[in-house]
C-alpha cells in the first residue's frame, strides 16, 4: 500500500520519468502586504505580474498601513510592504527592517466624498458641506488611528469647520477598504474613502464620488518597501520594478491613482 502511494507521488510530480525534485516543489511566492485602498487594482497588478513571471506567486494581504506596520515589527513573514502613506515606510526604514535601497514611492492617492445617488445630492456642486444633509446619518471613514486616509478625511473635515459636528455621525472602518464596504452595505448613506474605491463598480452604479480638492485634501504620497529579512528580495526587485515600471502604473493609473 504504501509502494503504491510513493509511486502515484513520484508520477504526479514526474519524477518517475527522471524529472528533477524542483519540479515538483511549489511555485516560490511573494508575500505583499498592501494598504486597503490597493484591493482590486492589486489583483489586477498581481495577474499581469504573474503572467511575465511564471516561476513566482503573489500571496496578497491587506489592511491598514499603521496595522501591518505593527504586525510587520512583530515578525511577520512579508517581503513586500506598499503603504498608503510615506510615514510608516519610513517607521519601518529607521527601525532597520527593510531593504538598503530603502522606501519607493509607487502612487499618489486621492481622498474622495462618496453619496448615495438617491438623495440627490451632488457633491460637485455642494462640496463637504453635502455631510450635513440630515439624510446622511453616517458617514463612513477609515481608523485616522491606523490609516492614513481617515488621518486625510478628519484633515479635511476639520479645515471645512465641519469636523466637530459630524463627529457623532462617523463610523469607522480598519481601513479604507472596509469603510468603502459600509458604503456598498448600507451601513453608511456617504464616506471619506480613496479615489480608487469609489471607482469600484458597485459604488459607481450607487453613488456620487467626487475627488476632493487637494488645497483641502492634500494627495497622499504612497511609498513601499522590501523587508529586510525577506528571503526572496530578488523577486521582490522584479516586482518593485513592474509595479513602477509603464505596466504597474498603467494599471494603477486606471484605478484612480497618480504618478508618484
Known sequence: MHRRALMAFLLGCGLAFGLPLAACEKTPSLAIAAAGDLRGSLEEVKQAF???NPGTRIDLSYGASGSLTAQIRQGAPFDVFLSADVEFPEQLRLAGLVSPEGPFPYAKGFLTLWVRREFGLNPSTIGLRLLLDPRVKRIALANPKVAPYGRGAEGALKQAGLLNTLRPRMVFGDNVSQAAQFLQ??????????QSQARHSALETSGWAWKVPEDIAPALLQSGVILARSPVSARARTFRDFLMGPEGQAILARHGFGKP
Open 50 to 52: 504573474e503572467a511575465r
Open 185 to 194: 452595505t448600507g451601513v453608511a448613506e456617504a464616506g471619506l474613502i480613496s
